[in-house]
């Protein structure tokens, strides 16, 4: 009985031996894509980044789980408390997030976006279980998408235009505070770089490789709480976007107009069957059809007039002012002789149209 338990026993441990090297590998293999990926000259759209990047994800994503397996990490143990060799898998939820971000679907931006921030919230929380450094955890996304609720309904107070003395000391704080993060990572990246140095070359000892891994931890925590801030900031623009999207979407459309046709006027019916054989979706009418068609609506502006009556009735006058002169003249009116007489006169003596002045200036 104790020598089955013993032979278990080593097969466990003979398990422990042969998976530690293949999850180790899987690792280093997935940060070497990482750092390819990020330091490539090649478009980040490009088919050979792309695969690269999925590839990458799917090596941390499978070792995540095997560390998940493997319970490396527990809530009620300190920093000190874990191997050197482990600490390195401290990093695999911040490579994940980075490669995440390194995605270039515009589709799914808002998913990988919310993918890339979930990895990036866990690493930060391990780093707060092992008080890894002071910082101050960002909010979960309930907490900002109440705060975008508030807003919306008008709850939260708006900011004023121009910034009081108590915004101008804040933000002399925090541009201070970047200042010194700043020069605290570029100090960051010099100690980084002396170990990475002598962990590659195999010239470090257990203490070495423990700092360049505790390093590492510090120079993903400040990258993480970077990217979070910058991707809360992308996706209420993203939710923004979506917003007016579905908005316009959902837009009832104008109703449609019907377009007035115009019309033809031609001069005759042959014209008419002309232009309607070429024109077949435009009316058309003659002038006479036009005519008629006004008269009957009362439209012509002669309507109303007795103009025909008119007309009569001024070559009557006409006419029997011509036979009055003439039966004068028959009948031997001097009057009427005289007046002959002289108008025959005056047309030998002047031409015709002499005295017409209008339009001679």
Same mark, same amino acid.
């Given at each position: 009985m104790a020598e089955t338990e013993k032979t278990s026993v080593a097969q466990q441990q003979q398990n422990a031996d042969t998976e530690s090297p293949k999850l180790s590998e899987m690792l280093d293999r997935g940060w070497r894509l990482y750092e390819e990926v990020d330091t490539t000259e090649e478009p980040l759209g490009s088919n050979s980044i792309q695969v690269k990047v999925k590839r990458g994800i799917r090596m941390l994503e499978e070792a995540s789980m095997m560390v998940a397996q493997l319970v490396l990490f527990s809530h009620n143990e300190e920093l000190e408390e874990i191997a050197t060799a482990d600490l390195k898998y401290l990093l695999l939820p911040a490579l994940l997030g980075a490669l995440c971000m390194k995605q270039t679907s515009r589709e799914k931006r808002l998913d990988i976006v919310q993918t890339s921030r979930a990895y990036f919230m866990d690493f930060l929380s391990r780093c707060k279980d092992y008080n890894v450094s002071q910082f101050e955890l960002p909010k979960s996304t309930n907490d900002s998408s109440a705060t975008d609720e508030a807003s919306e309904n008008g709850t939260s107070m708006a900011k004023p235009s121009i910034p009081c003395s108590s915004d101008l000391v804040s933000m002399a704080a925090q541009r201070q505070v970047k200042i010194e993060q700043y020069r605290k990572k570029k100090e960051l990246e010099a100690r980084l770089?002396? =170990?990475?140095? =002598? &962990? %590659?070359?195999? %010239?470090?000892? %257990? !203490?070495?490789?423990?700092?360049?891994?505790?390093?590492? &931890?510090?120079?993903?925590?400040?990258?993480?709480? @970077? @990217?979070?801030?910058? $991707?809360?900031? !992308? $996706? %209420?623009?993203?939710?923004?976007m979506g917003n007016l999207n579905h908005a316009a979407i959902e837009q009832p459309s104008r109703p449609t107009r019907t377009p007035s046709k115009p019309f $033809?006027?031609?001069?005759?019916?042959?014209? =008419?069957?002309?232009?309607?054989a070429g024109y077949p979706s435009l009316p058309t009418m003659t002038v006479d059809d036009w005519y008629e068609q006004h008269k009957q609506r009362g439209l012509l502006p002669d309507q109303g007039l007795p103009r025909s009556v008119a007309v009569e009735d001024d070559c009557d006058a006409k006419e029997c002012e011509e036979e009055e002169k003439e039966k004068k003249i028959e009948n031997d009116d001097e009057e009427a002789l005289q007046k002959a007489r002289d108008w025959n006169d005056w047309k030998d003596d002047h031409r015709r149209g002499y005295g017409n002045r209008h339009h001679m200036g």
């Open positions: 770089s002396d =170990a990475k140095r =002598a &962990v %590659e070359c195999g %010239e470090a000892d %257990e !203490e070495v490789s423990r700092d360049f891994y505790l390093l590492n &931890v510090q120079k993903w925590l400040a990258v993480c709480l @970077e @990217e979070v801030n910058s $991707i809360d900031q !992308e $996706i %209420e623009i993203l939710k923004r $033809i006027l031609t001069k005759n019916a042959l014209q =008419a069957q002309v232009f309607g």
